[in-house]
């Protein structure tokens, strides 16, 4: 069974509005961790936002939000107030356990568009 | 500013020939990776490190092996390339001792084997 689902190849927004990207997650461990990466179209990936199992709120990063519903089993990217240099690659991954820093399994990426 | 520095942006091999891969890091992080991006498939682990002269399999290590005789720097091998490891192929790093665990990455290195 698949680790990270990120169910939405491809995504749309109009330059200033909201986005929400989608990621589950399928975990036993209860200790793991979760991230945002950005991929533009030059090919480094950057890290955008964490959250960690055991925390208590929503992690939040300038203009990213991530919606964390645990019993769901679901991370999602929120990005306000699109801007056009948001045109990128995005992924969802997930770090299980807490000594294996750094090991971490990735999701198939969304494809996010913004529009002018 | 802190580096992950893959050597070669873009290669092209022939079918059956040996390639290097360097990754060099300059943030004195003790965790290394290696992942190949495909589309649709999003990022596969093929090894890491979490030690010199210690590596780990990943979830793809067929075909590849590694090698990391100093800190900074990890190598990915293709003893004999094929067409199916045509691919892109991300570097990154981490620090041992960390709460979060995000991975710092190179650019990539897109290889082509014909």
């Known amino acids: 069974a698949q680790k990270i689902t990120q169910t939405q190849p491809g995504m749309f927004v109009q330059e200033k509005e909201a986005v929400t990207l989608d990621c589950t997650y399928d975990?036993?461990?209860?200790?793991?961790?979760l991230f945002w990466y950005k991929q533009p179209s030059s090919g480094e990936m950057i890290f955008l936002i964490y959250?960690?199992?055991?925390?208590?709120q929503n992690a939040t990063e300038g203009r990213y939000s991530l919606n964390f519903q645990k019993a769901r089993k679901s991370a999602n990217l929120v990005i306000s107030a699109s801007q056009l240099g948001d045109s990128a690659m995005y992924f969802c991954?997930?770090?299980?356990?807490?000594?294996?820093?750094?090991?971490?399994?990735f999701g198939d990426g969304t494809t996010l568009t913004v529009k002018p | 500013d802190v580096k992950v520095t893959q050597s070669s942006r873009y290669l092209v091999k022939r079918t059956g020939e040996k390639v290097f891969l360097e990754c060099v890091q300059d943030?004195?992080?003790?965790?290394m990776f290696w992942y190949r991006q495909d589309p649709g498939l999003g990022l596969r682990l093929i090894y890491f490190?979490?030690?010199?002269?210690?590596?780990e399999k990943g979830d793809i290590p067929e075909g590849y092996s590694v090698s990391r005789e100093k800190k900074e720097r990890f190598s990915l091998i293709l003893e004999s390339a094929s067409t199916n490891q045509t691919s892109m192929y991300l570097c990154?790093?981490?620090?041992?001792?960390?709460?979060?665990?995000?991975?710092?990455f190179g650019e990539g290195s897109r290889l082509t084997v014909l």
């Open positions: 990154a790093s981490s620090p041992g001792q960390t709460n979060t665990g995000e991975l710092f």
């Open positions: 975990t036993s461990d209860p200790s793991y961790g």
């Open positions: 959250q960690g199992s055991y925390d208590q």
């Open positions: 991954a997930m770090r299980e356990g807490h000594t294996n820093a750094g090991k971490s399994t």
């Open positions: 943030m004195d992080h003790e965790n």
């Open positions: 490190s979490y030690d010199v002269k210690m590596k």
